[in-house]
């Protein structure tokens, strides 16, 4: 039997179900395949949602019309707000999920979209057909489609190791993908190994509480998405608490049975995401490290024990996690575990995730070496998107680093090798100050209603907000004479103005918020939360923002110089050899994303551009 | 690439002329011209160069990519100095395929081959330029890197604060050993003034790289022709005129020492008519407001004019007094008619620049671009502590960057991972 469809997802992962979604809302036949639907939209390791960066890609997904910021508001047990204190731009929402409502809620939403199937088979095959693609499932079914989406995620040759025991399975125990890698090899893709690990899981009943300290819910937090007004943000608590120098003394007396030490696991792993073997080896002079006992969901009396991922033998697990502050008899649910997945080289891919070498094949979330719920779920909204303008012939949809996270993103893992698993953080982001959680459907809600996602719904929400803050910005370009000034000014202990202000100039300075404003003039009475903010926000970085904007402009030259794809890099003369290596290996598309490949230096560019320059004399 | 050719001694006369070549053809050309060839690189051979209208005895060396000073191909003739035989040469070589260089041409390919950064290439352009043992140094300092070194040391200490904060704001649960605002302000602040002693170092850098420029002033017929003849004496440096105004401005040099004395508007003072006698007050404000010092020249007592400029007064004519006075700080007795203390009055000169006391490390800035990408590095920095009071962190962090991108502009280096995985390197972070 044969199956036609526009296109295929194989994974219902975080990444597979933005894609599949976004493809079907757009219109495509679109199926969508999982190992086992009980792993749609599944949180394999931490039940959260968002933090530093994540948060923020978040609400850009939702700003575009993806799924992941809904889907988290209906599945919260907590909400936060990261870096309060720190400034705007680095502020970060952070949720916990009920991981099992996270599932069933996305499920539900999968199943009942229009032009979407959800279908449990393993993909065993892919084959190129005439105009498109042959996907060939475990129990002999064949599927055909004009464009497929990859999200394998960490399942691909999957293998999980607890001490010397290891097993070829997927996370939690749910069947990993064995033949895809050879399908794709067969295709001309070369894969390698990452790892990543995860904590035991322990019985709530068992835990000493009254050892550690309680972590709540912020009070009145906007939810993640843009749709939603209010949502509780503080249902379930988390803990904190620390591991001991006894904690320090079981690893290093057990060091010789580590998988990590011993050579038997072959994945490199993320510098930012460590054991807790690895911790205690690598920063030995630390008596204690942190440890989160996270609530997994409602229904459970599950606690993810956040910071102490290991790979260690289970019986060694047991002396580590008991010699954890307030877990002296914990009870073990779940072993800790490390596991080990094939995934690709995303700089064989375009800004638009597409494969260089295969047209029409689609690569997303960590099978692209990221790590992450949040930067999978944004490159899947992305592949998806593209998947469909591709078999439609339309335009490539491309983030960029200007305008999101996921830009950032993207354009990191296409193209610069990375060594080890992506994890986003807003250092990378040289924009900072302008991709903000507050702004991102200032910044995205247009494009994704050219793009077809944004619903009338959240395009009626968006221009009634636009309009607030417009009307707003107005009020506040009036000037006020000194006099009126006096009083707010001696309030807020700022030096009195000489001549007449703005209001505008007025939110300038330090001490002067926007509700202060609001109560000396009684003005923007029925302003909504986030228009003021905003405005706050926009008006005190002005300066800052300003400086960005300008560097924005520099980038930006060098982006639109494109590389004509027929440039023969070995013709040039000039290039150092490393330089010529990496810009073959690569194919930049523009002169800016040339000077990001590591190992092309600015002269290798100025080279470049004069050879690019005389070739259009 | 096209091969390009340039005499590389200076124009005139001399024993030798050297002319450089460097290229994918510079062997080609160099083979149709000169026999023998050397049979291998680095190899400095005695051979006959066959030029169109005679040949001439000279030594040929070649050189193969990428061991070259340009990295490409290179060759040179060392050949009879003086115009006609380089001159000929140089004819010889365009005729059969090679491009007279621009200047600083052999440099900026070394620069792009990877054989210099930016301010070694800078260097060896202010070696060449050099008039003075001072401004020498300074260009061997540039070229041994010490400016490079000394503004990635600086940069260095900007990647550990900035990795601190970007610690601080992508871990905030983590309780990371991060240094509190108070602390990074402190940190900056010493950045701020390692980059400050390095622009003070750059004002008496710059001027002992171009020469201290000194104005003569005073009234007609206290001698000031004289005292710069006096000045200038058998050694006389560069005469250089200086277009672009309607009356006649000269400026002399004169090496003293490893410093380079320039004295400035000179034809000036050898005027004696009495129609620009009457402009005098006019060229006198211009004098000074291009000088570093002042030489005042007076005799007898008269008052010495007034203005904010380092001043020296120069009381002409000694050999005039019977019993010489009680010299003052700022003031010495000269005859510059009978030279009498004019040494000491350019030693005087001298001293008030320190220039004696200044170090070889003293003398890392002195290049116009490198000043001006230190002082904006120091601007960045000083508002990133301004930022760390009035603001959040996150602004913090935006300044600090461009203080870091800034010092980058030196050595051509821009930023990379490195911030991150100073991150990594230093802290135990993870879930």
């Known amino acids: ?617 | 690439m096209s091969t390009i050719i340039a005499l590389s001694t200076p124009v005139g006369r001399g024993a030798i002329a050297v002319v450089r070549m460097s290229g994918s053809d510079s062997k080609k050309i160099a083979k149709a011209i000169f026999e023998p060839f050397p049979d291998k690189p680095n190899f400095l051979k005695v051979g006959t160069l066959a030029l169109d209208s005679f040949s001439d005895r000279a030594m040929c060396v070649y050189f193969d990519a990428p061991r070259s000073y340009t990295g490409e191909d290179m060759v040179e003739f060392h050949c009879h100095g003086g115009v006609g035989v380089s001159g000929e040469v140089l004819k010889k070589c365009i005729a059969l395929g090679a491009v007279m260089a621009q200047n600083g041409e052999f440099s900026k390919r070394a620069f792009i081959n990877g054989k210099q950064n930016l301010s070694n290439a800078e260097g060896i352009i202010q070696l060449i330029d050099a008039e003075s043992g001072m401004a020498l140094r300074a260009g061997e300092n540039l070229l041994e890197n010490k400016l490079g070194k000394t503004t990635v040391n600086i940069q260095n200490k900007l990647t550990e604060i900035l990795a601190e904060c970007e610690a601080a704001l992508d871990y905030p649960e983590e309780d990371l050993e991060i240094s509190t605002l108070n602390e990074i302000k402190k940190k900056l602040t010493s950045t701020y003034n390692e980059l400050n002693s390095l622009l003070l170092s750059a004002e008496t850098g710059r001027l002992v790289s171009g020469g201290i420029n000194i104005a003569i002033v005073g009234k007609s017929n206290v001698g000031k022709s004289s005292l710069l003849n006096a000045l200038l004496g058998e050694n006389r440096a560069i005469v250089s005129a200086i277009a672009g105004t309607t009356r006649d401005t000269l400026r002399e040099s004169v090496i003293y020492k490893d410093v380079k004395f320039n004295f400035v508007d000179t034809a000036g003072l050898r005027a004696t008519d009495d129609e620009i006698e009457n402009l005098g007050i006019e060229r006198t404000r211009e004098s000074v407001k291009k000088a570093d010092i002042v030489l005042n020249v007076v005799d007898e007592d008269e008052k010495t004019i007034n203005n904010d400029k380092p001043l020296i007064i120069v009381r002409n004519k000694m050999d005039k007094l019977k019993v010489l006075p009680k010299e003052k700080e700022n003031e010495i007795f000269v005859s510059a008619l009978f030279g009498t203390n004019i040494d000491r009055l350019k030693q005087k000169i001298y001293d008030y620049f320190q220039v004696g006391a200044l170090s070889q490390d003293d003398l890392i800035l002195t290049n116009a671009r490198h000043i001006d990408c230190v002082e904006q590095a120091k601007r960045s920095i000083a508002q990133a502590i301004y930022a760390a009071d009035e603001t959040t962190l996150d602004c913090v962090t935006v300044d600090i960057s461009e203080a870091w991108q800034s010092l980058g502009l030196i050595t051509g280096t821009t930023a990379s991972e490195e911030i991150i995985d100073k991150i990594y390197e230093k802290f135990c972070l993870g879930k």
């Not at chain 1, 194989?10 to 999982?34: D, S």
């Not at chain 1, 399908?183 to 893709?189: E, I, P, Q, R, T």
């Not at chain 1, 006099?483 to 505008?504: C, I, R, V």
């Open chain 1, 1 to 617: 039997m044969i199956f036609n469809y526009d296109i295929i997802v194989i994974g219902a992962g975080h990444a597979g179900c933005e894609a599949a979604l976004a493809a079907a809302r757009l219109g495509a036949k679109t199926i969508m395949f999982a190992t086992n639907l009980d792993t749609v939209a599944f949180c394999a390791c931490n039940p959260s949602i968002g933090g530093t960066a994540k948060g923020q890609i978040v609400k850009e997904i939702d700003a575009l019309g993806g799924q992941m910021g809904i889907n988290t508001d209906k599945s919260l047990l907590q909400l936060r707000m990261l870096n309060r204190g720190k400034g705007p731009a680095v502020y970060s929402p952070r949720a916990q999920v009920d991981k099992y409502a996270y599932h069933a809620n996305m499920k539900a939403v999968v199943e009942n979209t229009a032009n979407l199937d959800l279908r449990q088979g393993e993909a065993t095959d892919i084959e190129i057909i005439d105009n498109g693609f042959r996907v060939t499932t475990g129990v002999g079914l064949s599927y055909d489609a004009k464009a497929v989406v990859i999200c394998s995620g960490v399942y691909l040759n999957a293998k999980i190791i607890v001490g010397k025991w290891s097993q070829k399975v997927g996370p939690n125990g749910f069947s990993a993908a064995t033949k895809l890698t050879d399908s794709l090899k067969k295709l001309g893709f070369t894969t390698r190994r990452f790892k990543t690990g995860t904590p035991a899981r322990i019985n709530g009943r068992s835990i000493d509480f009254d050892k550690m300290t309680r972590q709540q819910g912020e009070d009145e937090m906007p939810p993640f998405s843009y749709l939603h007004e209010n949502v509780p943000s503080k249902i379930r608590d988390c803990f904190l608490t620390y591991s001991t120098l006894a904690t320090k003394d079981i690893i290093l007396k057990n060091k010789n049975l580590a998988p990590l030490f011993t050579g038997d696991i072959e994945g490199v792993g993320p510098r930012y995401c460590p054991s807790i073997e690895d911790k205690v080896v690598r920063f030995s002079d630390k008596e204690k490290h942190q440890v989160f006992l996270e609530p997994e969901g409602e229904g459970t009396n599950e606690y993810y024990v956040q910071g102490v991922s290991s790979s260690m033998p289970a019986e060694v697990q047991y002396q580590i996690f008991r010699s954890i502050d307030g877990l002296e008899n914990c009870e073990i649910m779940r072993d800790a575990y490390a596991i080990e997945y094939d995934c690709i080289d995303a700089t064989t891919l375009f800004p638009t995730l597409m494969s260089k070498d295969v047209n029409g094949l689609f690569f997303a979330g960590q099978i692209n070496g990221t790590s992450g719920y949040e930067e999978a779920a944004g490159q899947g909204l992305v592949a998806g998107i593209n998947a469909y303008r591709f078999i439609n012939s339309l335009p490539p949809f491309i983030l960029t680093r200007e305008n999101s996270y996921i830009g950032v993103l993207i354009d990191d893992i296409t193209t610069k090798p990375t060594e080890e698993p992506y994890r986003m953080m807003t250092s990378r982001a040289e924009h900072r100050l302008i991709l903000r959680q507050d702004n991102a459907d200032i910044r995205l809600t247009e494009i994704g209603r050219e793009i077809g996602l944004v619903s009338d719904e959240r395009y009626m929400k968006f221009l009634a907000k636009e309009k607030e803050i417009n009307e707003i910005k107005k009020q506040m370009k009036v000037v006020y004479p000194p006099k009126k000034l006096q009083e707010l000014f001696s309030d807020k202990n700022e030096t009195q103005p000489k001549a007449g202000l703005t209001l505008a100039d007025c939110l300038k300075r330090t001490n002067i918020t926007i509700y202060d404003l609001q109560k000396h003039f009684g003005l923007f009475e029925n302003a909504s939360k986030q228009a003021l903010e905003q405005i706050e926000i926009d008006t005190k970085y002005s300066g800052y923002i300003e400086k960005q904007q300008v560097q924005i402009r520099q980038a930006n030259k060098l982006e639109t110089k494109i590389i004509p794809p027929d440039i023969d890099y070995d013709k040039i003369q000039g290039l150092r050899i490393e330089a010529r290596q990496k810009l073959k290996k690569i194919r930049p598309q523009n002169l800016g994303q040339a000077g990001r490949i590591s190992g092309v230096s600015p002269a290798d560019v100025q080279i470049l551009i004069v050879y690019l320059m005389n070739k259009n004399d």
